[in-house]
């Protein structure tokens, strides 16, 4: 069954030299417990893409359904939305840098359910599961790139979101530690049935998704590995 569901999607940018037509028509199918990868070379829309299917930015035309639901940014209850049902990963990981590991995880679902000691202890949880459990109380600045990117991901998970959005998280990583955050990733897709659509220009992680599209020209097409 598919949980998103795309349909001749169109987003254009306008600037002093005119418009820039970034999606030309996208198509788009994800089913539940899919790991989908979308690969292209930059400036070819990827994040952009990405940023219009997680709700953070509008699209101009076609439409976006959600568990047979249409949404759009406009929608009024968006912002619950998106803390209850998308999860995000970004590449500079955009960790509160004021508040400790378990707080971090721990915060989006605070804002989702105002239980600070319940938040905490779903959020050692996850920690416990992604063996970080011993960084709870440490700063972002004093963990590792790799802690910080798995602390991330457990944000991103915590509140148990329909899919989660990963926009280059091995984008600054190097290749050990890139190929142990996607064995995570694949590890939380088969553990949680978690739904991912992770951007990546690595060409051998987009091969361990279930399925790789390529963006150009503002047109997604299926690569058959």
């Given amino acids: 069954m598919n949980i998103l569901k795309v349909e001749n999607l169109k987003k254009s940018y306008h ?3 005119g418009k820039l037509e970034i999606l030309k028509g996208i198509d788009l199918e994800i089913n539940a417990g899919e790991t989908v990868a979308i ?24 439409s976006i359904i959600f568990n047979n639901e249409p949404i759009k940014v406009s929608d009024k209850k968006i912002n619950k939305f998106r803390n ?3 999860g995000f ?12 590991a378990e707080e971090n995880i721990a915060m989006p679902a605070f804002i989702k359910n105002n239980d600070k000691n319940a938040s905490k202890k779903a959020a050692q949880v996850l920690m416990k599961k992604l063996d970080i459990i011993n960084r709870k109380d440490h700063y972002p600045n004093q963990l590792s790139g790799g802690e910080q990117q798995r602390v991330a991901f457990a944000r991103a998970i ?4 329909k899919i989660v959005f990963a926009d280059e998280p091995t984008g600054n990583l190097d290749s050990e530690h890139s190929n142990e955050l996607i064995s995570l ?5 088969k553990s949680f049935n978690q739904t991912f659509v992770i951007v990546t220009h690595n060409e051998d992680i987009a091969g361990k998704m279930d399925k790789h599209y390529h963006l150009e020209n503002g047109k997604l097409s299926l690569i058959n590995h």
């Fill in 89 to 100: 990963v970004f590449q500079f990981h955009y960790l509160l840098e004021d508040f400790t």
């Fill in 158 to 161: 915590i509140n148990n979101p």
């Fill in 84 to 86: 209850s049902e998308i």
């Fill in 185 to 189: 990733l694949i590890h939380l897709n």
């Fill in 39 to 62: 690969t292209g070379q930059s400036g070819s829309g990827k994040s952009t893409l990405l940023h219009v299917l997680g709700m953070l930015d509008d699209y101009d035309s076609g």
């Fill in 15 to 17: 600037d002093a030299g």
